[in-house]
Nanobody, 116 residues
Framework: EVQLVESGGGLVQAGGSLRLSCAASGFTFDDYAIGWFRQAPGKEREGVSQIGSSDGSAYYADPVKGRFTISRNSAKNTVFLQMNSLKPEDTAVYYC?????????WGQGTQVTVSS
Protein backbone atom coordinates (compact mmCIF):
# COMPACT_ATOMS: atom_id res chain seq x y z
CA GLU A 1 0.00 0.00 0.00
CA VAL A 2 1.35 3.39 -1.01
CA GLN A 3 1.66 5.85 1.85
CA LEU A 4 2.93 9.42 1.97
CA VAL A 5 3.11 10.95 5.43
CA GLU A 6 3.93 14.63 5.85
CA SER A 7 5.21 16.20 9.04
CA GLY A 8 7.04 19.26 10.28
CA GLY A 9 4.40 21.94 9.86
CA GLY A 10 3.58 24.47 12.53
CA LEU A 11 3.22 28.11 13.46
CA VAL A 12 6.17 30.39 12.75
CA GLN A 13 6.73 34.12 12.56
CA ALA A 14 7.50 35.81 9.25
CA GLY A 15 11.17 35.40 8.42
CA GLY A 16 11.37 32.09 10.22
CA SER A 17 12.06 28.60 8.95
CA LEU A 18 10.45 25.18 8.92
CA ARG A 19 11.53 21.83 7.54
CA LEU A 20 8.83 19.59 6.17
CA SER A 21 9.27 15.85 5.73
CA CYS A 22 7.45 13.40 3.49
CA ALA A 23 7.97 9.77 4.46
CA ALA A 24 7.13 7.41 1.60
CA SER A 25 6.40 3.70 1.57
CA GLY A 26 4.77 1.08 -0.63
CA PHE A 27 6.70 1.82 -3.82
CA THR A 28 10.26 1.93 -5.12
CA PHE A 29 11.15 5.36 -3.79
CA ASP A 30 14.26 5.91 -5.90
CA ASP A 31 12.38 5.39 -9.17
CA TYR A 32 9.98 8.32 -8.88
CA ALA A 33 9.95 12.07 -8.65
CA ILE A 34 8.24 13.49 -5.58
CA GLY A 35 6.49 16.83 -5.46
CA TRP A 36 5.32 19.29 -2.82
CA PHE A 37 2.06 21.18 -3.29
CA ARG A 38 0.18 23.60 -1.08
CA GLN A 39 -3.36 24.81 -0.70
CA ALA A 40 -4.30 28.02 1.06
CA PRO A 41 -7.88 28.67 2.29
CA GLY A 42 -10.12 29.59 -0.61
CA LYS A 43 -7.43 28.91 -3.20
CA GLU A 44 -6.60 26.07 -5.55
CA ARG A 45 -3.83 23.63 -4.80
CA GLU A 46 -0.57 24.78 -6.40
CA GLY A 47 2.76 23.18 -7.08
CA VAL A 48 5.65 24.33 -4.91
CA SER A 49 8.62 22.12 -5.70
CA GLN A 50 9.59 18.78 -7.18
CA ILE A 51 12.67 16.60 -7.03
CA GLY A 52 13.59 14.13 -9.72
CA SER A 53 14.27 10.46 -9.23
CA SER A 54 17.60 9.55 -10.77
CA ASP A 55 19.52 12.83 -10.82
CA GLY A 56 17.69 14.60 -8.03
CA SER A 57 17.02 17.60 -10.25
CA ALA A 58 14.90 20.21 -8.52
CA TYR A 59 12.10 22.47 -9.69
CA TYR A 60 10.73 25.44 -7.75
CA ALA A 61 7.71 27.60 -8.33
CA ASP A 62 8.58 31.28 -8.72
CA PRO A 63 7.09 32.38 -5.36
CA VAL A 64 9.48 30.11 -3.42
CA LYS A 65 12.65 30.28 -5.50
CA GLY A 66 15.65 31.21 -3.41
CA ARG A 67 13.81 30.48 -0.14
CA PHE A 68 12.85 26.80 -0.31
CA THR A 69 15.15 23.83 -0.89
CA ILE A 70 13.98 20.32 -1.70
CA SER A 71 16.07 17.21 -1.04
CA ARG A 72 15.64 13.47 -0.73
CA ASN A 73 17.20 10.77 1.42
CA SER A 74 17.02 7.34 -0.19
CA ALA A 75 18.10 5.53 2.97
CA LYS A 76 15.06 6.97 4.78
CA ASN A 77 12.65 7.05 1.80
CA THR A 78 12.00 10.65 2.74
CA VAL A 79 11.77 13.94 0.88
CA PHE A 80 12.43 17.17 2.73
CA LEU A 81 11.38 20.74 2.05
CA GLN A 82 13.48 23.31 3.86
CA MET A 83 11.56 26.57 3.98
CA ASN A 84 13.43 29.74 4.93
CA SER A 85 12.44 33.40 5.02
CA LEU A 86 8.82 32.40 5.37
CA LYS A 87 6.12 34.91 4.51
CA PRO A 88 2.47 35.12 5.58
CA GLU A 89 1.49 34.19 2.03
CA ASP A 90 3.22 30.83 2.51
CA THR A 91 0.44 29.89 4.93
CA ALA A 92 -1.24 26.75 3.59
CA VAL A 93 -1.62 23.03 3.99
CA TYR A 94 1.38 21.38 2.36
CA TYR A 95 1.05 18.03 0.63
CA CYS A 96 3.53 15.67 -0.97
CA UNK A 97 2.62 13.82 -4.11
CA UNK A 98 3.80 11.07 -6.40
CA UNK A 99 2.45 9.93 -9.74
CA UNK A 100 2.68 6.47 -11.30
CA UNK A 101 0.99 5.29 -14.48
CA UNK A 102 -1.29 8.28 -14.53
CA UNK A 103 -2.48 7.82 -10.95
CA UNK A 104 -1.66 10.36 -8.25
CA UNK A 105 -1.10 9.67 -4.56
CA TRP A 106 -1.30 12.34 -1.85
CA GLY A 107 -0.43 12.52 1.80
CA GLN A 108 -2.78 13.89 4.44
CA GLY A 109 -1.02 17.26 4.51
CA THR A 110 0.68 19.33 7.18
CA GLN A 111 -0.42 22.83 8.17
CA VAL A 112 2.04 25.71 7.87
CA THR A 113 0.98 29.03 9.39
CA VAL A 114 3.18 32.11 9.10
CA SER A 115 2.24 35.05 11.28
CA SER A 116 3.11 38.63 10.37
Amino acid sequence: EVQLVESGGGLVQAGGSLRLSCAASGFTFDDYAIGWFRQAPGKEREGVSQIGSSDGSAYYADPVKGRFTISRNSAKNTVFLQMNSLKPEDTAVYYCNYVRSGRSWWGQGTQVTVSS
